[in-house]
């Protein structure tokens, strides 16, 4: 049975994999996104009483706890909190700030849904929803994953 190739393979379609997926495909990756759920970004859509608090203008390394305390500076250094807002803003997405620099949508969190399902088009980034994976093998540098869909190859 041939398997589905790409470069990245990505187990679920929440805020993380979706904005992982749109860094990929940026970097010209070819990249698969698989999610058992029946919609992308559930969460998402929940969060902030429907409104979505997506970022917070004060977010810095001193609110992480990591093992390596330098990985949250050097992650935020290359994509801050102001490089989200800007995201938002070319989307045409209306927000507002609450208490302690939470930001959200002064409509829908399904707009910010909306807008990374189109970041994601616009690097080509496929998105496979109602796929349950049955196993993950990891073979001479590859992923080999196998899915209600079939197998892909990562």
Known sequence: MMADKCDVLIL??????????????QRGRSVVVLDHAKAPGEKIRIS???RCNFTN???GPRN??????HFAKSALARYTPRDFIALVEKHRISWHEKTLGQLFCDDSAKDIIRMLLAEMQAVNAKLRLETSVSAVAHDGGRFRVSTSGGVIEA
């Open 12 to 25: 679920g379609a929440g805020a993380a994999g979706m904005m992982c997926a749109i860094r990929a495909g």
């Open 57 to 59: 203008i004060h977010a």
């Open 64 to 69: 992480y706890l990591s093992a390596n305390p």
């Open 48 to 50: 902030g009483g429907g």
